[in-house]
């Protein structure tokens, strides 16, 4: 597997996108929001089904949106997303954010929201979206951190979860523990103006606990991620089961309560 190239380990199985579909610009892009001005020119990279693509669209009446994704499959969900809202100032396109195919300073703003971790070589990728962004513009990245997240009760089976996701993850070439990289990463391609920062999303409702338990359980066990798990060595069918049963385990008690850490930055281009 080459520097620049990874496999999304998660897919686009509908346990996924239940997911995806639920993040909006406030509760994932918050960071960003206040920079955001009616007349920007914004792209956002590993747009997914779009939720956060065209919630930025309707921040930026006067401006235009191009979302993008690797995967060209789910560009179709993300135009129908748009067309649902009426948006007539948001595009999509299929792109690779270590090669993108746009001229320099061509955005006042590139986002990025759960794709660093992903990607084979996250410093390239923030490279280039440094290259296409206008000078006094935004670069602005969002990603969780699995080591970093935390729960209760303590499950048996949930830290077996979160090893197994680990080792798959970095098997496809990327690195799970992002968030707490960003910062650095940032450095090292070159980028100055930076502001770090961190946010969480919480779970402890019981619709939040059997919304979250769910979408991990039926993930675990029928995603892309389930058939890379098994493919690569890293668990077998049973095993799987297994932790699937600890979330759903999980997600029945009371007192349950899981918190996903998220770093962020927000780096300017000197004008």
């Known amino acids: 597997m080459s520097k620049e190239t990874a496999v999304y380990t998660h897919g686009h199985h509908e346990s996924v996108l239940r997911s995806h579909t639920w993040r909006t610009a406030a509760n994932s892009a918050a960071h960003l929001l206040g920079s955001l001005k009616p007349h920007m020119k914004v792209l956002d990279i590993g747009c997914g089904p779009g939720t956060i693509t065209a919630d930025l669209a309707e921040l930026v009446p006067d401006g235009h949106v191009t979302g993008v994704d690797h995967a060209p499959g789910i560009l179709d969900r993300a135009r129908a997303t748009a067309d649902d809202r009426g948006l007539d100032n948001v595009t999509f396109a299929v792109a690779d954010v270590h090669a993108l195919e746009y001229a320099?300073?061509?955005?006042?703003?590139?986002?990025?929201?759960?794709?660093?971790?992903?990607?084979?070589?996250?410093?390239?990728?923030?490279?280039?979206?440094?290259?296409?962004?206008?000078?006094?513009?935004?670069?602005?990245?969002?990603?969780?951190?699995?080591?970093?997240?935390?729960?209760?009760?303590?499950v048996p089976g949930m830290d077996d979860w979160l090893d197994l996701y680990r080792r798959v993850a970095r098997a496809n070439g990327g690195e799970p523990d992002a968030g707490r990289r960003l910062k650095s990463w940032a450095l090292e391609a070159g980028l100055t103006d930076i502001t770090a920062s961190s946010s969480t999303w919480c779970y402890s409702t019981a619709e939040e606990r059997a919304w979250w338990s769910g979408l991990w359980a039926d993930r675990t066990v029928e995603s892309a991620y389930?058939?890379?798990?098994?493919?690569?060595?890293?668990?077998?069918?049973?095993?799987?089961?297994?932790?699937?049963?600890?979330?759903?385990?999980?997600?029945?008690?009371?007192?349950?309560?899981?918190?996903?850490?998220?770093?962020?930055i927000l780096c300017r281009k000197p004008a």
């Open 104 to 154: 320099d300073d061509t955005f006042c703003v590139v986002h990025a929201h759960q794709v660093l971790q992903h990607v084979g070589d996250p410093v390239q990728a923030l490279r280039e979206m440094y290259r296409v962004t206008r000078p006094g513009g935004l670069v602005a990245v969002r990603d969780s951190d699995y080591a970093a997240m935390t729960w209760y009760p303590p």
């Open 226 to 264: 389930a058939e890379r798990a098994t493919e690569s060595g890293h668990a077998t069918a049973g095993e799987l089961d297994a932790v699937a049963a600890a979330w759903r385990e999980w997600g029945r008690r009371d007192d349950a309560w899981f918190s996903v850490l998220h770093g962020e």
